[in-house]
């Protein structure tokens, strides 16, 4: 058994935050014996769902600002008091406060860092990351969420002592398409879409890096060639009123609906016909492959890990990021609702063979039992065989 100490920034439902939380919930299913500590209290939360597993070894450090010396405390206290065996920090940001905790209380034990970011947005956050890179040198081991995220953060000087490779997984039982047809037009009804329209789901917030405008654009460029097709978004954020200007500016603004956030997102990815991202940046979309668990063909733009999650043709498309014209060609292309049904098909087909969550579970544990010498000494490399990522 494992005792695991994690460091995430909140436990908002941000990609990373919500990574952590369920790699924490499954670990200690497995019987080991996780801790739970967040940096910043943020709403909505999912410090319900955490503390239903770990119960009271669950610690929010209230930090009121960036880098707060009395949440740093908060956290050296408690690491010097349960005595992790490992800490898992979500983030650079997380792994600064988790890294000199553990100097300040003088606890050495292998030091992890998920790693869900690839490209660096603005002069912030480039000094950010070089204020950061040496907490991820010193780290004993980076998990990236795709090949070509490592490769990326690798030749930019953003790695660990030891790196490696695990992708998201996806629940496939809770995200099955168990939805009936009937569910499906009436969740249809209830947003304002017919089951003629041709409805194209996004999960993501609403973000300048997840470019929701563009896929504003794609659906009036859809419509003006006869496609009748609506965008279904879910989530909320600081650009709602940018995407919902554009939308009026488009003359598409009753067929483009925000729904804002919702914690529970089945339902309404069960009632769209294919899923897209617009994304300037992403690293391996958990949002994708859960669209692609549940059946939908997914449109990505080709940034991050998507060409190792999307097999063109099989279980979606790809486009050049920034590319409107080649993404309304990829639309257009799963307006025949047949072609998109079984495209969908293959999706989810490809998620359980590869991107299960009990798969990646199973990596991470192996991973943290080979770094605290919990299995025998044959070491990381050959508890962790290369993963395929071939659908075939």
Same mark, same amino acid.
């Given at each position: ?204 917030? $609403?973000? =300048? ?5 563009? @896929? &504003?654009?794609?659906? +009036?460029? %859809?419509?003006?060639?006869?496609? #009748? ?88 498309? $790809?486009? =050049? ?5 080649? @993404? &309304?060609?990829?639309? +257009?292309? %799963?307006?025949?609702?047949?072609? #998109? ?52």
């Amino acid at each position: 058994m494992l005792r695991v100490l994690f460091v995430t920034p909140s436990l908002a439902y941000g990609g990373a935050e919500r990574h952590a939380v369920t790699l924490m919930c499954r670990l200690a299913e497995l019987g080991h014996e996780c801790h739970a500590a967040y940096v910043k209290d943020l709403e909505p939360s999912q410090s319900a769902e955490v503390r239903a597993h770990l119960a009271d070894r669950v610690l929010c450090l209230d930090a009121s600002r960036y880098f707060d010396r009395r949440a740093l405390a908060v956290l050296a206290a408690r690491v010097a008091q349960i005595r992790p065996d490992a800490v898992v920090a979500a983030n650079p940001y997380a792994l600064m406060y988790a890294s000199l905790a553990m100097r300040r209380a003088r606890t050495r034990a292998p030091l992890v860092v998920t790693y869900h970011s690839t490209r660096i947005l603005g002069a912030k956050e480039r000094l950010k990351m070089l204020f950061y890179r040496p907490f991820l040198w010193s780290a004993d081991c980076a998990i990236f969420v795709s090949e070509k995220q490592k490769q990326h953060s690798v030749r930019r000087a953003v790695f660990a002592r030891h790196n490696e490779v695990i992708h998201n997984g996806v629940d496939t039982t809770r995200f099955s398409n168990h939805f009936s047809a009937v569910q499906r037009a009436a969740m249809r009804r209830a947003l304002g879409f017919s089951e003629q329209d041709y409805l194209i789901v996004i999960v993501a917030l $609403l973000r =300048p890096e997840k470019n929701h405008v563009q @896929l &504003v654009d794609a659906v +009036a460029a %859809l419509r003006k060639n006869g496609i #009748a097709a609506c965008a279904l978004m879910i989530g909320d954020g600081e650009t709602r009123a940018a995407v919902e200007a554009r939308a009026r500016a488009r003359g598409v603004e009753r067929a483009v609906v925000i729904t804002g956030f919702r914690r529970e997102v089945r339902p309404y990815l069960a009632a769209g016909d294919v899923f897209a991202l617009c994304s300037v940046t992403e690293a391996f979309s958990l949002a994708a492959i859960e669209a692609m668990a549940l059946g939908k063909p997914v449109v990505h733009p080709n940034v991050g890990g998507a060409a190792e999650m999307i097999f063109p043709g099989r279980n979606g498309f $790809l486009f =050049p990021v920034g590319d409107t014209q080649a @993404l &309304v060609h990829k639309l +257009a292309l %799963l307006a025949d609702r047949k072609a #998109a049904e079984a495209m969908g098909q293959r999706a989810r087909e490809i998620v359980q063979v590869l991107f299960s969550e009990q798969m990646m579970v199973d990596r991470y544990e192996q991973t943290l039992l080979g770094l605290c010498r919990k299995q025998p000494a044959a070491g990381i490399a050959a508890v962790l065989p290369p993963r395929p990522i071939s659908p075939h």
